[in-house]
């Protein structure tokens, strides 16, 4: 290797990589998702009354935090690494909590005020459609 | 690792290297933190218009199909949630796989390595059922058969973002697969036992972590929102 001396190509002792480590972060990772796919079939059946959709997304949002948390900490070994480089990972990363709210934000507010200016555009938003799957199938361009 | 370094060791004092990690490692995690920036554009933009728009299709009435399953089943999320567990599956293989590198255990590695390879192909299987489905429904880049949920017209942003990203995505997965068949490989070479170290699984395993990681987001973000 280089003459560089690094402790990461010694491992005596490697904490987050022994297999019960690895097995216990995969199923945390599965109940994650089933989790999420439960609170998804409760919104299905209830036809969207609970839990509402709002509470739904933060959840959504809030779960996927921790499951990309716990790829990074653990599978990608981070948690584990010594603090320098985690936080030359990390700090550029919270970069993304600017970027969605300005974005999201950005685009909440186009459309207030194109539905405010543009009456055309809010008109046509509400005119119904017949749904997809009653249409012709030659109509369909990709069912040829 | 952690126990392997003395209490006050002065990590810039020189001689050493600052973040105890190999060099390539070090910049395969910056090449990801690009990466995750060139994802983080997509998805935000995605949120961007999804923001700005006044409907936007119904995902479980869109993604609502599995293979040999009939039309007439609605079957919303269960295609999905497949993919999704392959995928976990998979990254759960790969790390067993640097675990065994860190162990010099060479079969160990070629075994788990065909497993995590083996999850890459069903994945992109899965992906390519999809595909085809949604375009025999009509689905593609510039038309979107699809109405908004409360049914009015919708645009073609969603289909245009939804093959776009999962397309960028599944190109990611593409190149792992290739990259992890390039360490199997060389791994059956003997290379890395005559290197004296397994770094290269670990470097090519971040990547497929990483793979993973954008999975959880694409998931989230078209399925599940």
């Known amino acids: 290797m280089s003459s560089i001396e690094t402790t990461a190509d010694q491992h005596q002792d490697h904490g987050g990589t022994g297999v019960k480590a690895i097995m216990r972060t995969f199923w945390i990772l599965l109940g994650i998702t089933l989790f999420e796919l439960l609170l998804a079939t409760i919104h299905l059946k209830t036809n969207g009354a609970f839990p509402p959709k709002a509470v739904l997304n933060g959840a959504y949002l809030i779960l996927t935090c921790a499951k990309a948390f716990y790829i990074i900490a653990e599978f990608m070994h981070l948690r584990h690494e010594i603090k320098n480089l985690i936080m030359t990972i990390a700090v550029p990363a919270l970069l993304f909590v600017w970027f969605i709210i300005a974005f999201l934000w950005d685009g909440n507010s186009y459309k207030e005020l194109r539905n405010r200016y543009d009456e055309h555009h809010r008109e046509q938003s509400l005119i119904k459609v017949a749904p997809a799957s009653e249409e012709p199938a030659a109509k369909k361009p990709g069912a040829e | 690792m952690a126990q392997a370094i003395p209490a006050g060791q002065k990590w810039w004092s020189g001689g050493k290297s ?26 935000i933009s995605y949120g961007s218009i999804r923001f700005a728009s006044n409907g936007w299709p119904d995902p479980n009435e869109v993604f609502r199909a599995f293979p040999f399953a009939p039309e007439s089943l609605h079957l919303p999320l269960v295609f999905v949630s497949l993919m999704t567990f392959i995928l976990i599956a998979s990254s759960v293989t ?76 599944g190109f990611h997965v593409f190149s792992g697969v290739v990259i992890n068949i390039i360490m199997l490989i060389k791994n059956l070479r003997g290379d890395f036992e005559k290197r004296g170290h397994y770094l290269m699984i670990e470097k090519a395993g971040l990547y497929w972590h990483f793979v993973d990681l954008v999975w959880v987001f694409v998931f989230t973000c078209f399925y599940l929102l």
């Open chain 2, 18 to 43: 600052p973040f105890n990690v190999e060099y390539g490692k070090l910049m395969m995690w910056y090449f990801l933190m690009s990466d995750a920036f060139t994802f983080g554009a997509f998805l």
């Open chain 2, 94 to 169: 790969m790390v067993l796989a640097v675990a065994a590198g860190h162990n010099r255990d060479q079969k160990k590695v070629t075994m788990y390595m065909i497993f995590t390879i083996i999850g890459g192909i069903l994945f992109l299987s899965c992906q390519a059922w999809e595909w085809t489905h949604l375009h025999g429904e009509g689905a593609w880049w510039g038309r979107n058969p699809f109405p908004n949920a409360d049914g009015s017209k919708a645009s073609t942003n969603f289909t245009n973002f939804f093959f776009t990203i999962t397309g960028f995505h």
